[in-house]
């Protein structure tokens, strides 16, 4: 069996980590370096940065918190928000990160997962995908700009895309989960994570260690990414990572 990873995501606004409800009544969680430093010694597989105001107030990724994070982490970690060129994704990767998200910049120009997988090999290329449930057409829909732009594009259709186009991982956030603590969408990521042959990173929904049992004993998901729960010290990784594998899921201890 193929071991499960569990991920922090620290959303960084404005230098400080913030968490919310479907990406709104954001509230500070602290300082991103010291968080993912803890996070490190508690034994998380990964951490995801995420900048969730770069591409709505135009600005560039944080490479500074990259550099004091790299500094920092024994753990693999990936950056995010506001990266448009393989150029600023080489300044990221040379500041420190191990891999890039994209999302907002590659759902408006595609070209830039292919642009990017063959400068840096798809293993470094993340696309984030924000998808929300539309009750009209019984389906899921792609939003960019932190959520604030919903797209005609189904999530399932743009996953497979980026796949094609050389994205190494698709990380697939629940806008109508997010912050709720109800549970991944576990339809959604059965939907995705069945469809495309790289890892899918779970998020939004986790409230508890039985939703990371669900996610993976249900969909295919190779990761479980989670916030709140883990900012606020509702769970610790190491009780969820404890829960998992008395339930039979493989993870590293």
Known sequence: MVTKRIIPCLDVKDGRVVKGV???????????????????????DELVFLDISASVEG????????????????????????????EEMTALLRAGADKVSVNTAAVLRPELIDEGARRFGSQCIVVAIDAKYDQESKDWYVYTHGGRKKTDIRALDWAKEAVERGAGEILLTSMDRDGHKNGFDLP???????????????SGGAGEA??????????????????????FQEISIGEVKRVLSERGVEVRC
């Open 22 to 44: 479907s990406f709104v009544q954001l509230r500070d969680a602290g300082d991103p370096v010291e968080l993912a430093a803890q996070y490190d010694r508690e034994q998380a």
């Open 59 to 86: 600005r560039k990724t944080m490479v500074h918190v990259v550099e004091r994070a790299a500094a920092e982490l024994t753990i693999p970690f990936t950056v995010g928000g506001g990266i448009g060129s393989v």
């Open 188 to 202: 959604l990521l059965d939907q995705v994570t069945t469809a495309v042959n790289v890892p899918v990173i779970a």
């Open 210 to 231: 039985g939703h990371f049992v669900d996610v993976f004993l249900e969909t295919k998901a190779a990761a479980a990414l989670a916030a709140s729960i883990f900012h």
